[in-house]
């Protein structure tokens, strides 16, 4: 006899209480195996695949793409033990001795109740990790659809109306109907997770990246879940957008400029309309005309509850997470800012020379970080966080450097573990990774926190300076400008040199300004004259 097991939405670590549904990657009726990922989530911080500690056949799913889900929520419900012989497929952990642990067994890692029925099997792995999945492999899935009485949910109770724990049937209907949108796991693009699914479709997927075909024979190019919930609320057709990403792929801000355009539109022919009407009359006046405009805009704002033209974004997300940080930095550290500007003609010589050909590609950002772990060396006062509760200064002995990059899901901070003791090619590698992985929205929580210094290059946005918001609970930031021709004074003569802006936004609590200007002043040079960095190799 099979056991109905729920899962719910583990918890995802660093604080996190809820999580938003990317995409579905199972259906209703469909066989799972242990540790296998069944919905793919995205948090404050990054874009998680949850796996099921169960194996069995899926009874229900509760939620639809795009809806936030607090940890502890039910996200499925498994039938354990209702899987036919001849089409039981082992995962990850299954067998005899599977998830047995320590002196009795595993933990009830999804939260469900009651004994289980069909050995380990049925108690599941009990190995879901924060966020992370609770091994390396998930098993090939198939999916069964079974008919009534029959297949490999006979056995299993269904009450009229619900799914076979006895819980509302919404889930379930959810995974049958056109509610439920079919999408291929793992195809991501610049940020936006790649599905071959449209809205209101149902049934299997094509390949990733494939792209949806409409009913009048026009592919759209795969977009994701979210920007198609988008689309579906403000009725566009995602057949009359052409995307900007990368080969025509459809992102969010397309959706956003589509739904702002129309909004003009709508906004521009109310207008229009009540000035037609105006002068129509012909004891109206000029000034009358401006004043029934104005009108006419403000009804057509009061209809839709806000002004004409007005966007309203929720502070959600990572968004949301970003906007909290940055209050809070404000809030709890008490920051000064210093800058210089400094020649880097030399140091941009020093990385043409080590770009030769044959050898690793090295880049401007990891010789500044390279240069931010030696300056961090000397200063190890930068390198360190206040504990406020012990009212302690903690100076940590590994810099973990952290640096923003700018997505489509905006702005995140991956960071680089053990920075000082990587070479700068290992940097340059490093980084290059953590960015790709960033764009493609697929950094897992470890690799965005417990950073302990940031290095922020606003110079790729062509200006040249800024004051820094610290990334909490750090105790510096270090601001890197365009680099630009400028006129120097360069061994007593004018000349026309390239010259960057550094700014050091610090903790005044850790250190002062002796000790800020010192660090500064060291990279400064550094960038001057990159030899200075073989002294303190």
Not at 358 to 376: E, H, N
Request: hydrophobic share 45%; charged share 20%.
């Amino acid at each position: 006899m099979a056991v109905v097991r729920e899962f719910t939405l583990p918890d995802l670590g660093e604080g996190l209480t809820e999580a938003t549904i990317v995409h579905w990657m199972v259906e209703v009726g469909e066989v799972v195996a242990i540790d296998q990922p069944v919905v793919e989530v995205e948090t404050a911080k990054a874009m998680v695949e949850v796996p099921c500690p169960y194996g069995g056949v899926v009874t229900a799913r509760f939620g639809e793409e795009g809806a936030e889900v607090p940890v502890g929520a039910p996200l499925v419900t498994v039938a354990v033990g209702a899987v036919p012989d001849d089409l039981a497929e082992a995962g990850p952990g299954t067998g005899p001795d599977a998830g047995a642990g320590a002196e009795g067994g595993t933990p009830d890692a999804g939260g469900a109740s009651g004994a289980p029925a069909n050995g380990a099997a049925d108690a599941g792995s009990g190995n879901v990790l924060v966020g992370y999945g609770t091994s390396a492999a998930a098993a090939r899935r198939r999916r069964i659809r079974p008919g009534p009485g029959a297949g490999p949910m006979a056995g299993v109770p269904r009450p009229p109306g619900g799914v076979a724990d006895g819980s509302a049937g919404t889930g379930a209907a959810e995974g049958t109907t056109g509610g439920s949108e079919a999408v291929a796991a793992g195809a991501t693009a610049v940020g936006a997770i790649g599905v071959t699914a449209a809205a209101g479709t149902s049934g299997a997927a094509g390949p990733a990246g494939a792209g949806v075909v409409e009913d009048d024979g026009r592919t759209v190019a795969v977009i994701s879940p979210l920007v198609r919930r988008m689309a579906r609320e403000n009725g566009l057709d995602l057949r009359e957008l052409t995307g900007s990403g990368r080969d025509g792929l459809i992102l969010r801000t397309d959706v956003e400029c589509a739904i702002r355009a129309r909004q003009e539109r709508e906004t521009a022919g109310a207008a229009g309309a009540a000035t037609t009407t105006v002068g129509a009359d012909r004891t109206t006046g000029a000034g009358v005309t401006g004043v029934a405009r104005a009108g006419a805009v403000t009804a057509v704002g009061a209809a839709t509850g806000a002004a004409a033209g007005e966007e309203r974004i929720p502070l959600k997300g990572m968004l949301g997470a970003a906007a909290e940080k940055f209050s809070r930095s404000r809030r709890e550290i008490p920051e000064a800012t210093c800058w210089v500007e400094a020649d880097a003609t030399e140091l941009l010589a020093a990385r043409r020379a080590m770009n030769v050909p044959g050898a690793p590609k090295v880049s401007l950002l990891a010789v500044l970080a390279r240069i931010c772990t030696a300056a961090l060396a000397r200063f190890p006062a930068l390198n360190s966080t206040v504990d406020t509760e012990a009212q302690e200064i903690v100076r940590l002995p590994a810099v973990h450097l952290g640096f923003a990059a700018q997505t489509d899901r905006g702005l995140v901070v991956p960071v680089l573990r053990d920075a000082h003791a990587r070479t700068v090619e290992e940097l340059s590698a490093e980084i290059a990774r953590l960015t790709e992985r960033a764009r493609a929205g697929g950094l897992s929580l470890a690799e965005l926190t417990h950073g302990t210094f940031t290095l922020n290059n606003y110079g790729v946005f062509g200006v040249d300076g800024s004051t820094p918001i610290i990334n909490h609970p750090e105790a510096a930031m270090l601001g890197v400008g365009r680099i630009a021709a400028k006129p120097w004074v360069h061994e007593g003569e004018l000349a026309v040199r390239q010259v960057v802006q550094l700014s050091l936004t610090f903790d005044h609590r850790v250190c002062d300004g002796g000790t800020a200007g010192g660090f500064l002043r060291f990279v400064a040079d550094c960038v001057e004259q990159p030899a200075l960095l073989l002294r303190t190799l």
